[in-house]
């Protein structure tokens, strides 16, 4: 059971402990929010302000523990790339049953994947769900339940889309872990399919900062906003930013397939697969709704290239 607290404040749910639920965390704690951060041990670095708690909320038992007494709830959980398909729907039952039966608002950390092949197009909150893949189809028939959930008045949900993340603490994206490492060391960094696109990333921090709006709007509910993210410019040009932030030329090795390299292993690349087509097109996130709507503007990519940069040099100098 969640321990019992004196705290006055509406308390916020935080369920993961990944870079997007540990920024959701710390960017509640910064507004001022009571905030329990659940991961299945409870363990992590103590964040001043964030209570820990340890639940598996893939379990019906661990969901309903986690989010007892919370007013929002986060959902910010993910798995391992190859087992989403089949862990992920599950996750989702026993969430939204948890939300469901407390009366929790709940906010959800979404991707494109719905959208599919765009053709170049920009991608809108009016886009079209026109996914053929199995991790695509898998995420729009979670969207469709949480928003028949919502529509049905079984649950107040909103859904946070974001473009591929990429910041301080950012590992596992193709903006991150085999691309920033390299570009420190003077070792090789990792390029996808055609660099020379327009690739729209979103900055991990304008993520956590963008949810937490949403978890403070309630009249945003019952649908998909596209969280803030910066114009998108080519990946080349992106690589040129470090270049001028390390002072160094980057190696860069571009992969026209998906294929092992550097911090993907061939069973993340294997499952990745079908996604390449990412790389393959423009892919142009657009999420002026939302800056409009709360009055935000998404971090400048430049900003963002510093702080990853900084992020990475301090964590490399620990290992």
């Not at 909320?57 to 190859?82: F, I, K, L, M």
């Not at 691309?179 to 956590?208: C, K, M, Q, W």
Request: aromatic share 8%; with cysteine; glycine share 12%.
């Amino acid at each position: 059971m969640p321990p019992t607290s004196s705290d006055p404040r509406p308390l916020h749910v935080v369920l993961g402990s990944g870079p997007g639920g540990t920024n959701v965390a710390r960017e509640l704690v910064r507004r001022g929010h009571a905030v329990r951060l659940v991961n299945r041990k409870g363990d992590g670095p103590e964040i001043e302000g964030v209570q820990r708690f340890a639940a598996d909320v893939g379990t019906p038992e661990g969901a309903r523990a986690a989010v007892g007494g919370g007013a929002v709830v986060y959902h910010c959980v993910n798995v391992a790339y190859h087992l989403q398909v089949e862990v992920m729907p599950g996750i989702q039952q026993t969430v939204l049953g948890a939300v469901e039966a407390s009366g929790a608002r709940l906010v959800v950390l979404d991707n494109i994947y719905p959208y599919g092949e765009t053709g170049g197009e920009v991608m809108t909150e009016a886009s079209p769900w026109r996914t053929t893949t199995r991790k695509g189809r898998m995420r729009a028939a979670l969207d469709e339940r949480y928003l028949a959930a919502h529509q049905e008045g079984r649950a107040r949900v909103v859904l946070g889309r974001s473009a591929d993340f990429v910041g301080p603490g950012v590992l596992n994206s193709t903006l991150g872990g085999a691309v920033f490492p390299g570009a420190v060391t003077g070792g090789e960094v990792l390029g996808l399919g055609n660099i020379d696109l327009p690739h729209s990333y979103t900055d991990i921090r304008d993520v956590a900062s963008g949810l937490v709006t949403l978890g403070e709007h309630p009249e945003a509910d019952g649908r998909a906003w596209h969280l803030p993210t910066a114009p998108a410019v080519s990946t080349r040009e992106i690589h040129t930013m470090i270049e001028k932030r390390v002072g160094r030329p980057l190696n860069v090795v571009v992969l026209e397939e998906s294929r092992a390299f550097g911090a993907f292993d061939e069973v993340f690349m294997a499952e990745y697969a079908e996604m390449f087509y990412q790389n393959l097109e423009p892919s142009v996130f657009d999420s002026s709704a939302f800056e409009r709507t709360f009055g935000t503007a998404a971090t400048p990519l430049e900003d963002t290239v510093d702080a990853t940069v900084t992020w990475y040099e301090q964590w490399l100098a620990t290992l």
